[in-house]
């Protein structure tokens, strides 16, 4: 992976950092206004997604990435992220294996996240 795909993978990277640490100023410039996060049973508009890392209702704890690849199609990136997750959520810790896949759109020079899937990982 060379180029912009290493600057995804590092975008990828910066973002859990400022869900760990509810950098929601960050977070609102990197998502765009009409995306989609899924969580497991959920679906969660960006303002959804904000206030639910700004009040620490999920708090994205610690994140082990244990497999990162980049697919570029035009303007759109996938980034599809195997991880284990440890959130706090509602007040109970959890750890879950997950794929993560991110969607990003090139936006004039700047990659914007207008989609977020979490798939937990049954088969470990």
Excluded: C
């Excluded at 760990?20 to 977070?27: G, P, W």
């Excluded at 199609?73 to 992220?81: H, K, N, R």
């Excluded at 896949?101 to 004039?108: H, I």
């Amino acid at each position: 992976m060379t180029g912009t795909g290493e600057d995804l993978v590092a975008l990828s990277k910066l973002k859990w950092e400022w869900m760990s640490t509810r950098d929601t100023d960050r977070l609102d410039a990197l998502f765009a206004e009409d995306a989609v996060f899924v969580h497991m049973g959920a679906t969660f508009s960006k303002e959804q997604e904000l206030d639910v890392i700004r009040t620490g209702r999920i708090h994205y704890r610690d994140v082990n990435i244990e497999d990162v690849s980049v697919r570029i199609i035009g303007s759109t990136a996938i980034v599809l992220t195997t991880l284990e997750l440890t959130a706090v959520v509602n007040d109970a810790e959890v750890t879950n294996p997950f794929t993560v896949t991110e969607a990003y759109a090139r936006v004039g020079d700047a990659w914007t996240l207008v989609s977020m899937s979490f798939t937990r990982l049954i088969n470990r």
